[in-house]
T-cell receptor
């Protein structure tokens, strides 16, 4: 149980284009999902908290107009990197909490999306 | 000072060795604690939760010391497959749910 999927697993795009990443909880409902970014040899950095049916909460320094988050259902959150630039190249990972489990503070991670912007 | 600090390593140990990692956290309001492992270019996977009473899962033992604000992970009888980065994760409930990841400790187990 507690499986989270992400799509696509990798993407290469040209500078200036927008890229959408999907995060799905496959066997549980997730009122809250998280989006992280990880640069090589660094830890995960929380970008934003995605709340179903409401606006996402962004961490300091993360531009909400550049990283658009939509959490339209209890099993799907999307992150759109708008007007991507080479410095946005990174490993983007989502996670979800199973609100109905005995350990709602445990996060389950998607397999990640490796974004390369040329 | 970082909210969650770990020794980055790397720890290079032979198969069969016992290795221990420590992690310190700065916020006394921290409520729950976890160890995750992350393989190269993969997502983190939950290894185990850490409770005040400590817990053991096979070759892995996790301990929490709230007074000193540190968490430990002990791996006994290391296997080659234990080679990974081990992430210390701390959840806080201060004005909302917040998760802080340590930078990770790299472990290499060699034959």
């Amino acid at each position: 149980g507690a499986v989270v999927s992400q799509h696509p697993s990798w993407v290469i795009c040209k500078s200036g284009t927008s890229v959408k990443i999907e995060c799905r909880s496959l066997d549980f409902q997730a009122t809250t999902m998280f989006w992280y970014r990880q640069f090589p040899k660094q830890s995960l950095m929380l970008m934003a908290t995605s709340n179903e049916g409401s606006k996402a909460t962004y961490e300091q320094g993360v531009e909400k107009d550049k990283f658009l988050i939509n959490h339209a259902s209890l099993t799907l959150s999307t992150l759109t990197v708008t007007s991507a630039h080479p410095e946005d190249s990174s490993f983007y990972i989502c996670s979800a909490r199973d609100s109905n489990s005995g350990r709602p503070d445990t996060q389950y991670f998607g397999p990640g999306t490796r974004l390369t912007v040329l | 000072r970082k909210e969650v600090e770990q020794d980055p390593g790397p720890f290079n140990v032979p198969e069969g060795a016992t290795v221990a990692f420590n992690c310190t956290y700065s916020n006394s309001a921290s409520q729950s604690f976890f160890w995750y492992r992350q393989d190269c270019r993969k997502e983190p996977k939950l290894l185990m939760s850490v409770y005040s009473s400590g817990n053991e899962d096979g070759r892995f033992t996790a301990q929490l010391n709230r007074a000193s604000q540190y968490i430990s992970l002990l791996i006994r009888d290391s296997k080659l497959s234990d080679s990974a980065t081990y992430l210390c994760v701390v959840n806080m409930a201060t004005g909302g749910f917040k998760t802080i990841f340590g930078a990770g400790t790299r472990l290499f187990v060699k034959a």
